[in-house]
């Protein structure tokens, strides 16, 4: 086992801490969104906040029983009316879409949301997110992405944490353009919300199992329990275990297989009928094999005969040459989430908190090759807690307040190994980073609508936000072979960084007829600053990479006709970078390459968004579709990070990487009833992703267009109370590049999208 240091904790990371938070959180607990009570001025319903989520829900006592073939996958018509009246864009998807979909992991809700872009950097645990362009340019996974993701309505700022949570599901909504100003953490892209469905006060539940390629079995379910009049528990688990898809030419063993648990329960206790609080445990664990990417001319790179460390520039999909270097998967994590709120006449306030913990072990095949040019073993501990408490309020009945204060901490405690053997031509020549990296933020943030006459309200937000980010550890030559004394330093780092800043919003929404309105904002946020925490012999590239800074204007129209069977959705923007934290390769000591962080003085992203259903306008069918367009640029152009020559210069109007110019995505699902009590229903999906930038000043660094087909046929009873279904996804088999990089010895590496899944899906409501 590879050492780690000791606990550390810079004394500002303590003594700074604004005593107005510490107060508030020693009276109560606190967390994320309060969508309840009102939107944007509009009364739409008084309800509790679900434990680790802001999301509003009718408490469970309050819930009319329904038929155990309605589980409670489907968006509430309360926040359907939320996400249709704010003033930014937002697209859902249903719980129910999701099993449609079959989508069962956060990085694949992306195909379906227009200008969300998601990609495994590494053999999966570690997704890289972006909403318009903005999200985590960093394959680490020790950085925070530019956008939010909350799962179960706490914050998950590390990849790590979206592993495995993707099952009985409510709903997913992702919000765009800058946050904060309501709940949770500044972001400068967004956010998205993953929420659970929740107790009630009814027996029921279901199973699920499923059998799909490469022997993949998939079994889930969930029990939802009264315990008593006023408790409520629901327990749901999820467990994939499935063979690789990926053979070895020369072993002929698999990679990129599944085995995942999750497990989850909720327990809703109804204090009176204005109070309840809600309990959430949740449990994850991978042993899974990662997959391994391609290296498609290690070898004339090297001079050596093809296939002989890499597959060659002909190489099969699957086909991948990892030798016996000792890939594997061994990850732990779960927490706990507390909500308590309470509805006032004026008002509602929410008090939650969560704390999540995640233990990794993994061992990837980094560079694609069968020797040790680049491959990275994963060590680390994470830690991270996160409070958010807020009041809501209507005063006067023109004007509608939110006023909260947000506050987390997180610890990493990590070791990671680099082995470099065949590069440096010797055994054991390993680099190992060792370090301790420590955040803490905290925000106080208000939210005002005012009516300023009928139809048209004024929206003005505020936030004052201070971050600490701290980070002790760097880089050792663990065999000699660099410096030739085991052991020794190449990169150092202790250091701490504290940033203020102030963001805001002001906006107008103008309500055309109800359902239709119209709106314009002017919005600006941040991501704090970061440390990049890879292996690498140059101390600049660990050193501290200043906070992201951007201005975002955006107008957009929304509208629901027909009751609700026609939705429209459009929006144009533009955002303003200062300071734009993203991926560079650079050129490193020793003859070495190596990804690292930098930032770009200047930069700019334009672009537009079209999102759009068609629900029962004709009998039987639903269609959904959506369109965006990016077009983002560099302004001020690169040549160097910290001092390091980047491997190929960044000029005026070059593309940023995570940006596609376009993409587009498409479903349809049509019933057909085959009897007086059997249906069958028959769908088709297809998505497509434009050619993207993964890093700059690499020539390497650039992905394929992504397309997927996908068919699927559910057959069963009327009344719901099961399905049979069979679905294809990636009908047409494509295998585009969907990451793509520059290896340590300058060749190139590429993982491809997942081949032609077949399957079915047997599913029991109780």
């Excluded at 719980?95 to 379906?112: C, D, Y």
Aim: glycine share 10%.
């Amino acid at each position: 086992m590879t050492s780690r240091i000791g606990f550390f904790r810079p004394a500002s990371l303590t003594r700074n801490r604004p005593v107005l938070l510490t107060a508030l959180l020693l009276a109560g607990t606190g967390n994320v969104t309060a969508h309840a009570a009102t939107v944007y001025g509009k009364k739409i319903q008084s309800a509790p906040l679900t434990a680790r989520t802001g999301k509003a829900s009718v408490r469970p006592h309050a819930r009319p029983k329904a038929p155990p073939a309605l589980e409670a996958i489907t968006v509430t018509s309360a926040r359907s009316r939320r996400f249709g009246s704010m003033a930014n864009t937002v697209n859902t998807l249903s719980g129910r879409e999701l099993q449609q979909l079959h989508i069962v992991s956060p990085k694949e809700i992306a195909a379906f949301i227009p200008g969300v872009t998601a990609v495994n950097a590494t053999s999966g645990s570690t997704p890289i997110f972006s909403i318009r362009g903005i999200g985590l340019d960093d394959y680490i996974g020790t950085n925070m992405g530019g956008i939010g993701i909350y799962m179960d309505g706490v914050f998950a700022p590390y990849p790590v944490f979206y592993n495995g949570q993707m099952f009985d599901v409510q709903t997913v909504s992702v919000e765009k353009g800058p946050q904060g100003f309501e709940y949770g953490r500044s972001t400068t892209g967004g956010t998205m919300n993953i929420e659970s469905v929740k107790p009630a006060d009814h027996f029921g539940g279901y199973l699920n199992w499923g059998y799909s390629s490469y022997n993949t079995n998939t079994a889930r379910g969930a029990v939802n329990t009264p315990v008593s009049d006023h408790i409520y528990n629901r327990f749901a688990f999820s467990y994939i275990k499935g063979d690789g898809w990926q053979h070895d030419i020369h072993t002929g063993k698999l990679y990129g297989s599944q085995d995942i648990l999750s497990l989850r329960n909720l327990t809703q206790f109804v204090i009176d009928d204005k109070s309840s609080v809600m309990l959430n445990l949740h449990y994850t664990r991978d042993r899974g094999t990662p997959m391994s990417p391609q290296d498609t001319n290690g070898d004339s790179v090297n001079g050596l005969p093809d296939r002989t460390i890499g597959v060659g520039s002909n190489a099969k999909y699957n086909a991948v040459n990892v030798g016996d270097n000792q890939a594997r998967r061994k990850e732990n994590g779960g927490g706990v989430g507390v909500n308590y709120t309470r509805d006032l006449s004026f008002g509602t306030f929410t008090s939650a908190t969560g704390i999540d913990f995640y233990r990794r072990d993994d061992y990837d095949n980094y560079d694609g090759e069968s020797v040790h040019v680049g491959d990275y073993h994963w060590n680390d501990t994470y830690i991270v807690q996160s409070h958010d408490m807020h009041l809501r309020m209507n005063l006067a009945k023109r004007l509608h307040l939110t006023v909260g204060v947000y506050e987390s901490y997180d610890k990493i405690n990590g070791a990671y190994t680099s082995f470099r053997s065949f590069i440096l031509g010797a055994p054991n020549a390993n680099l190992t980073d060792h370090f301790v990296q420590q955040n803490l933020s905290t925000g106080l943030y208000i939210n005002t609508v005012t009516n300023i006459v009928k139809g048209l309200d004024f929206i003005a937000s505020g936030r004052l936000s201070y971050d600490e980010r701290g980070f002790n550890g760097g880089t050792r030559d663990d065999s000699g072979a660099v410096t030739g004394t085991a052991g020794s330093s190449l990169s150092y780092v202790n250091q701490n960084h504290t940033y203020e800043r102030y963001t805001g919003r002001v906006g107008l929404r103008y309500t055309i007829a109800p359902g239709t309105i119209v709106y314009g904002t002017i919005s600006n946020g941040y991501k704090a600053g970061a440390y990049f925490a890879a292996p690498v012999t140059a101390p600049q590239a660990l050193d501290y990479v200043r906070p992201e800074n951007l201005i975002a204007y955006e107008v957009g129209a929304k509208t629901s006709l027909f009751h609700n069977k026609l939705q429209l959705e459009g929006a144009l923007f533009d955002y303003e970078y200062h300071n734009r934290q993203t991926l560079f390769v650079a050129e490193m000591p020793a003859g070495i390459t190596s990804l690292s962080l930098g930032s770009i003085p200047r930069a700019r992203t334009r672009g537009g968004e079209l999102s759009g259903t068609l629900h029962n306008l004709i009998q039987n069918l639903d269609v959904h579709g959506s369109f965006a367009y990016l077009d983002a640029q560099t302004i001020s152009p690169v040549s160097s990070i910290g001092g390091l020559p980047i491997l190929g210069t960044v000029d005026r109007h070059s593309a940023l990487p995570f940006a596609p110019r376009f993409s587009w995505s498409a479903y349809a699902r049509y019933n057909i009833d085959v009897s007086r009590d059997y249906s069958v229903a028959l769908q088709a999906s297809y998505t497509w992703k434009d050619n993207m930038l993964v890093a700059l000043g690499d020539p390497n660094g650039k992905t394929g267009k992504v397309s997927s087909m996908g068919l699927r046929m559910e057959v069963g009873p009327k009344t719901g109370k099961w399905t049979a279904a069979v679905y294809v996804d990636n009908m047409l088999n494509e295998h585009s590049d969907t990451y793509s990089f520059t290896g340590s010895d300058n060749s190139r590496v590429q993982y491809l999208q997942t081949p032609r899944w077949v399957g079915c899906d047997l599913r029991y409501n109780f």
